[in-house]
């Protein structure tokens, strides 16, 4: 590709791509071009191999660039108006013309009577009052009159000729007893008073009939200031000013691509651009970002027990956070100026000794864009965890061919008895030790409830296969069984708030010998607050919007056997006896798991487009698209399906029945075990490998073949 940027304008906005692009490219970069203006949502399809993810990331920071340079030619401007507003004209109501300070106008006439008058006469008429705010009274009698009259004619500003304005001040000075002097050497008109005396009654006699003016009109409130308002309305005045004052902020983009490799490829797409020093972070799980050296099992629960400092040891990691938790820090003290790697994250973080894993969730507060899972995105509860906000947002979900799977799953919950058991014995330790009593009694008698429950159902589930059975009921079904435990519309929301209470961590103050001491109040364990946040995940759905996804759900009971360690159990004399031999250890146990099972994707996905400013859905198989949109639940008011980049006349579609040494390729399970099949596949892919340059693509039927091919090429 060339090495030389080309340049588009699309939509108004201005696209720095870094290669000539595809026509593909150009439909769908005007297709998000008009949904991000438009605050629309697009359905776009682009063959793989098509530079989707190009045209996808070149198009969205141009536009958010594009808002950037918007906001500050807007800020420049409305300094200038600013500057303007400073020069504010003065009230003229009664109250404020009471309460004026008379010092102003006072003081000109001192400065002007020690120039043009005996000394005697700078303080006579301190007490009476100013000129200019007998000005301002007559002012605001001419417009509160202007305004009382509902059937006054249109006024227009009509221009007077230089003879005609040289006439009028003549005939104003004539009236007030001012002597008009025209200079024909200077365009300036002067001004000239007979005597301090006639300046005098003439300010005096302007005053009166200001006064004469102000008197006509009954006082009511000012029209010109908020001296008339309540204390109420002056809040909610100062609140929309602060409201209006505020600038609407710039999207970010979150970016959401199937696993994390595929970030890698996307952010080394994002090197080749234009935009490669746009601010970003990847989000990412513990278990690929954790850089603690003592830690490689169960890195979640580990990680929180760190941070909880349970046995006096915290994590020194999360203490280094403030190396590289911001967009500057990275760029100019760390050197890292382009789009980067999560490799590139922990390598800095092993170096700097800064946990990589909460750097990056620090990270997105200053960034334009943010890649992550789309998982991430879909699923409430990781979306609540790493604190992420989609509302007025711009959601690009790249290969979103599978999101429908993924916006089930995220809307689906299974616990086992076992879990519900230990979460119901741990709350009921609270309660018994007395801690925050109100809150966790509630959530205690929900989950008596549901273990009862399994206990009756289990007599009544139905054998499906080998020591496995079930039952499943709808969603009006598990509605009524909720309301008999008492979970209801009216008193789910209640539920929430406990919940919320008591994962909420709190610290308690006492006294002990004159000293203070802290003291932690105990909160849930990590496993407890899983199950009971997932369980009332479901529950939201169920209860929302008057139960509107309630018969897209299904509620399993499985019964099922698994095989476990038997625990070692003392003799009566506390001797444990040596099994003779391992199997003697192991030991088959019944488990029931209760499956919240989703089987709507728009349950999920009215979480996005409910909040999210644009979403963005590509890949290359969408199609059909009328269905695929119906499923999710949303209008997408812009779809695209571009053509191939590759011409006809490049493509062959065929079969081969047989290989290079003329057997048949016959992938059957009986075949594909056999060296000769092996061999001939195997010949096969060699042969064309040579044939063709610049590498190929294969699929194989699973990753048994093609491990056996792998291992033969």
């Known amino acids: ?276 020093s746009v601010r970003m972070t990847i989000l990412s799980s513990r278990e690929h970002t954790c850089v603690h050296p003592d830690i490689h099992s169960n890195r979640n629960e580990r990680c929180k027990e760190l941070l909880e400092a349970k046995d006096g040891h915290s994590c020194r990691f999360y203490h280094g956070v403030h190396k590289m938790n911001e967009q500057s820090l990275l760029q100019y003290r760390h050197g890292i100026d382009k789009a980067w790697d999560i490799e590139e994250l922990v390598g800095l973080g092993k170096r700097l000794r800064a946990c990589a894993y909460f750097a990056a969730r620090e990270l997105m507060q200053g960034a334009d864009i943010v890649f992550c899972p789309y998982n991430y995105l879909l699923d409430s509860q ?36 076992e879990q519900l058991m230990y979460a119901r014995d741990e709350i009921d330790s609270m309660v018994n030790h007395g801690i925050r009593v109100s809150d966790h009694e509630p959530l205690r008698a929900v989950c008596y409830s549901l273990t009862n429950w399994i206990r009756q159902c289990s007599d009544q589930l139905v054998e499906r296969e080998y020591e496995a059975s079930c039952k499943v009921w709808n969603g009006k079904e598990i509605l009524s069984i909720f309301h008999d435990m008492g979970i209801t519309n009216a008193t789910f929301p209640l539920l929430k708030v406990n919940l919320a209470a008591v ?79 391992r199997r003697s250890i192991r030991q088959k146990i019944m488990v029931y798991t209760l499956n919240f099972w989703c089987l709507n994707p728009a349950v999920a996905f009215s979480d996005l487009s409910s909040n999210a400013r644009t979403i963005v859905l590509t890949s290359g198989t969408l199609s059909p698209m009328g269905s695929f949109s119906s499923e999710l639940g949303v209008k997408f008011s812009i779809q695209l399906e571009a053509n191939h980049v590759i011409h006809k006349s490049q493509v062959w579609v065929g079969t081969v029945g047989a290989g290079p040494k003329g057997r048949k390729l016959c992938a059957t399970f009986q075949h594909t075990e056999t060296f000769d099949f092996q061999d001939e596949i195997g010949a096969l892919l060699l042969s064309v490998c040579q044939t063709v340059s610049h590498g190929i693509l294969c699929f194989l039927p699973s990753y048994k073949v093609k491990y056996k091919n792998i291992v033969f090429l």
């Open 382 to 417: 990781i979306r609540e965890s790493m604190e992420i906000c989609l509302e007025n947002q711009v959601v690009i979900l790249d290969e979103a061919h599978n999101i429908e799977d993924c916006a089930r799953e995220s809307a689906s919950f299974s616990c086992s008895d």
């Open 1 to 276: 590709m060339s090495s030389v940027l080309s340049e588009y304008t699309i939509g108004g906005v201005k696209i720095l791509f870094p290669c000539r692009a595809y026509p593909s490219q150009l439909a769908m970069m005007n297709s998000i071009m008009r949904g991000l203006n438009c605050k629309q949502h697009c359905l776009l399809e682009s063959p793989t191999g098509s530079g989707k993810s190009l045209a996808l990331l070149c198009s969205a920071l141009a536009w958010q660039q594009s808002l950037y340079g918007k906001q500050l030619v807007d800020e420049k401007s409305d300094e200038k108006e600013w500057k303007k507003m400073e020069r504010v004209t003065p009230c003229c109501c009664s109250c404020h013309l009471k309460n004026s300070d008379q010092t102003t106008f006072s003081s000109d006439r001192q400065m002007n009577s020690t120039d043009n008058a005996p000394s005697n006469i700078s303080g006579a008429s301190s007490n009476k009052t100013t000129l200019a705010s007998k000005l301002c009274a007559k002012k605001q009698a001419s417009f509160t009159t202007d305004q009382d009259d509902d059937f006054q004619t249109d006024r227009k500003r009509i221009r007077q000729s230089h003879d005609e304005q040289l006439q009028a001040r003549k005939r104003r000075c004539y009236e007030k007893g001012v002597q008009f002097i025209d200079d024909d050497d200077d365009d300036r008109d002067h001004v000239k008073f007979d005597s301090y005396n006639q300046r005098r009654a003439s300010m005096d006699s302007c005053a009166e009939e200001a006064i004469a003016a102000s008197s006509n009109h009954s006082a009511g409130p000012c029209s010109l200031c908020f001296c008339g308002q309540t204390k109420e309305e002056d809040k909610a005045t100062e609140k929309c000013k602060k409201e209006n004052g505020e600038k609407p902020k710039v999207p970010k983009i979150f970016f959401g691509t199937r696993t994390h490799k595929q970030i890698a490829q996307i952010t080394r797409e994002l090197r080749r651009t234009a935009y490669s």
């Open 503 to 581: 994962v909420e961590k709190e610290e308690k103050i006492t006294m002990f010998h004159g000293q203070e001491n802290v003291i932690k109040i105990p909160t849930l364990s990590p496993q407890s607050q899983m199950v009971l946040k997932g369980l009332f995940l479901v529950l939201d759905y169920l209860f929302r919007q008057n139960n509107r996804f309630a018969e897209d759900y299904r509620v399993a009971l499985q019964q099922s056997y698994t095989w476990t360690n038997r625990p070692d159990i003392p003799d009566e004399n506390g001797f444990f006896a040596r099994p003779r031999s």
